[in-house]
């Protein structure tokens, strides 16, 4: 069914067939510069029969992104969306949040309260996204949560991870005033650029995030918010 919120000419679509099994795992390892691994055919498949969040977004017949997510326990009325990519010719367009919003619809639909996913916290767009723009809720800090990923973004950094959660019902989670925020943390503004420039330097951009979020949560303060200047946010509970 066409996604009203969509583009004209794009619509998302669940991923019923083997073959959109297939293309999917093929556009999700393009997003990630080459990682076949990262999400296997088999599993996908399994995961979109049982009953998971498995969609594929389409310009006409071209899928051009994917989004998979899968039920957490049943007490915790929980989903963790665990990968959500669009190609890198129709970034910037709106396309993220169109597929959240989808996300967010499909889970209301099934009584589930919150989504939960990671990211990675020295990528400042997803940060704005996440807490700004979806208002979602940070939850942990994670330390090398994957361990080694062998694809053209993770390969030799560790995987550190921000979770957050998503009330889906709930309006979103809001930016806190300037005089609730006791300290930042700050980002790079593109670290992309870094790492390409700089391997040494992202990763000391790495410990230096860690170190502060962790100095941070360990004195008793919560992520509050992002701002595109001064970084993640921390208020007292």
């Known amino acids: 069914m066409p996604d009203p919120t969509a583009q004209p000419g794009i619509d998302i679509r669940p991923l019923d067939t083997v073959d959109d099994v297939f293309r999917a795992c093929e ?3 393009e997003v990630w510069a080459g990682d076949p691994a990262g999400m296997p055919p088999n599993l996908l498949r399994a995961l979109a029969h049982s009953g998971n969040y498995a969609v594929g977004l389409f310009d006409g017949e071209r899928m051009i992104g994917a989004s998979v997510g899968f039920f957490g326990e049943p007490a915790a009325r929980s989903m963790h969306s665990h990968v959500t990519g669009v190609l890198a010719e129709y970034r910037s367009q709106g396309l993220g949040r169109v597929l959240k919003q989808h996300q967010r619809e499909w889970a209301l639909r099934r ?50 991870r921000v979770m957050v959660s998503w009330a889906v019902a709930a309006p979103p989670f809001p930016t806190p005033a300037a005089d609730r925020v006791v300290a930042s943390v700050e980002v790079p503004h593109d670290i992309e650029s870094v790492r390409a420039a700089s391997p040494t330097d992202a990763a000391d951009w790495r ?8 100095a941070q949560l360990g004195a008793g303060l919560v992520v509050g918010g992002f701002d595109d200047d001064r970084g993640y946010l921390f208020v007292r509970p």
């Open 27 to 29: 556009v999700l390892s």
């Open 111 to 160: 009584g589930v309260g919150h989504v939960t996913w990671t990211f990675d916290p020295l990528v400042a767009r997803n940060a704005h996204f996440n807490l700004r723009v979806l208002g979602a809720r940070v939850t942990e800090y994670l330390v090398d949560h994957y361990g080694p990923m062998d694809d053209g973004l993770n390969r030799g950094d560790e995987t550190d």
């Open 207 to 214: 410990l230096r995030v860690r170190d502060g979020f962790l």
